[in-house]
């Protein structure tokens, strides 16, 4: 059984940036595709970003493009979340989700079988 835990959420000032990351246990993903997810108060989860098994491919929200980046090391069986120039709207519970039955990035829910917790990201203005 997969097991995801984020960390790297934090509090930071409107144009900051963070680094989220998520290391995987229980077995390897590196086959698997991954992705990135949040949920802000009283709104749906939405997705973020996502990356293909070698990191070939990557897809990301238009709300996020040109700010975020997502990455991956296989080896460490971990994905990462660079977050630029952050804006207040950013705030939200991040969560990590991997895609056991697909190698390549994909866009939705339904697609992800394994969730972390989530870790908390929250912007000031």
């Known amino acids: 059984q997969v097991q995801l835990v984020e960390s790297g959420g934090g509090l930071v000032q409107a144009g900051g940036s963070l680094r989220l990351s998520c290391e995987a246990s229980?077995?390897?993903?590196?086959?698997?595709?991954m992705g990135w997810f949040r949920q802000a108060p009283g709104k749906e989860r939405e997705f973020v970003a996502s990356?293909?098994?070698?990191?070939?491919?990557?897809l990301y929200a238009d709300s996020v493009k040109g700010r975020f980046a997502i990455s991956r090391d296989n080896a460490k069986n971990t994905v990462y979340l660079q977050m630029n120039t952050l804006k207040p709207e950013d705030t939200a519970v991040y969560y990590c989700?991997?895609?056991?039955?697909?190698?390549?990035?994909?866009?939705?829910?339904?697609?992800?079988?394994?969730w972390g917790q989530g870790t908390l990201v929250t912007v000031s203005s």
């Open positions: 989700a991997a895609g056991t039955r697909s190698p390549f990035a994909i866009t939705t829910m339904r697609g992800f079988d394994a």
């Open positions: 990356i293909s098994w070698s990191g070939g491919n990557t």
């Open positions: 229980g077995r390897t993903l590196s086959s698997s595709a």
